[in-house]
C-alpha cells in the first residue's frame, strides 16, 4: 500500500467527506510500515452513539505527529492547536513552526489550559454534542423525507453528513441551484480525484433543526427541476 513513501498524513478518526473510519486492516497496516505518520485527529471528539476510535499516536508515539485544534469545540477564529511531535523531529519541528508563523499569541493558548483544567472545556463539548445529535437526526430526517433517492454516508461523526443520488445530473449544477435559494451546500464532486456519483456535502452544526429541514426541502426542489 505505502511502496517507497516516507510519510502519510490521515484522518484516521473521520475522514472528509465520507466520514470513513480508518479499519482494523488498515491500522494494522500501519503498524507494520515504518514511515513516518501525520495524524490530524480531526473531529475524533465529535461523535455520536459510538465509543472514541483510538488515536494512532497512542500506540505508535515515536512514529506519529498528532494534531488537533479547538476550531470546531471553541471557534475557529482562535487560531489554538498543537501538534504532538516523536522526540527525534521535535527541534526541526519547533524551528519550522517559528519560521512559518513566528508564533502563536499566548493569551488565549492560557485561556484554553484553564478550560481544561477546570473541566469547562469536558462540559462544551458534552453541550456540542447533544446540540449536534438534534441537528444531524433532523437532517437525516430531512433528507429520508423530502429526498427519498438520496444515500446518506457518515452520520457516526463530524460536523457534517455526505450524501450521494443514484442519478445522471450534475452535483455541481444542483449546488449552484440551491445557492440561488439561499442554501449553501458543497457539490461532492469538489473533492473527488475519481469519477463518483453526484452527491452534496452538508454541514448541520450551524443550524437550527427547523432550518434545516427547510434547507433540505428547497434542495428537493432544486432536484426536481434538474
Ligand atoms: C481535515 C481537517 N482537518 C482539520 C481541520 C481544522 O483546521 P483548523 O484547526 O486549521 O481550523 C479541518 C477544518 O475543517 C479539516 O477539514
Known amino acids: 500500500?505505502?511502496?517507497?513513501?516516507?510519510?502519510?498524513?490521515?484522518?484516521?478518526?473521520?475522514?472528509?467527506?465520507?466520514?470513513?473510519?480508518?479499519?482494523?486492516?488498515?491500522?494494522?497496516?500501519?503498524?507494520?510500515?515504518?514511515?513516518?505518520?501525520?495524524?490530524?485527529?480531526?473531529?475524533?471528539?465529535?461523535?455520536?452513539?459510538?465509543?472514541?476510535?483510538?488515536?494512532?499516536?497512542?500506540?505508535?508515539a515515536e512514529r506519529v505527529c498528532y494534531a488537533g485544534s479547538v476550531s470546531k469545540l471553541l471557534a475557529p477564529a482562535l487560531r489554538v492547536g498543537w501538534l504532538l511531535v516523536p522526540t527525534k523531529y521535535r527541534d526541526r519541528a519547533i524551528a519550522a513552526k517559528r519560521i512559518a508563523d513566528l508564533g502563536n499569541a499566548a493569551l488565549p493558548q492560557l485561556v484554553l489550559a484553564e478550560l481544561m483544567t477546570s473541566g469547562e472545556l469536558e462540559?462544551?463539548?458534552?453541550?456540542?454534542?447533544?446540540?449536534?445529535?438534534?441537528?444531524?437526526?433532523?437532517?437525516?430526517?430531512?433528507?429520508?423525507?423530502?429526498?427519498?433517492?438520496?444515500?446518506?454516508?457518515?452520520?457516526?461523526?463530524?460536523?457534517?453528513?455526505?450524501?450521494?443520488?443514484?442519478?445522471?445530473?450534475?452535483?455541481?449544477?444542483?449546488?449552484?441551484?440551491?445557492?440561488?435559494q439561499g442554501v449553501k451546500v458543497q457539490p461532492l464532486s469538489w473533492h473527488c480525484q475519481n469519477p463518483y456519483p453526484p452527491g452534496l456535502v452538508l454541514g448541520y452544526a450551524a443550524n437550527t433543526p427547523s432550518d434545516i429541514a427547510a434547507g433540505i426541502e428547497t434542495i428537493s426542489r432544486a432536484v426536481r427541476r434538474l
Do not use: C
Open 123 to 180: 462540559r462544551q463539548l458534552r453541550f456540542l454534542r447533544r446540540r449536534h445529535v438534534r441537528r444531524r437526526d433532523a437532517m437525516v430526517k430531512a433528507v429520508r423525507e423530502y429526498l427519498p433517492g438520496a444515500t446518506v454516508h457518515g452520520v457516526a461523526a463530524g460536523l457534517h453528513l455526505m450524501i450521494t443520488f443514484d442519478a445522471g445530473f450534475s452535483d455541481v449544477d444542483l449546488a449552484a441551484a440551491t445557492l440561488k
Open 1 to 60: 500500500m505505502l511502496g517507497d513513501t516516507n510519510a502519510v498524513m490521515m484522518t484516521p478518526a473521520h475522514q472528509f467527506p465520507t466520514g470513513v473510519i480508518l479499519d482494523g486492516d488498515r491500522r494494522r497496516q500501519l503498524m507494520r510500515w515504518d514511515g513516518l505518520i501525520i495524524e490530524d485527529d480531526y473531529d475524533a471528539e465529535h461523535r455520536y452513539g459510538r465509543a472514541p476510535v483510538p488515536a494512532l499516536r497512542s500506540m505508535l
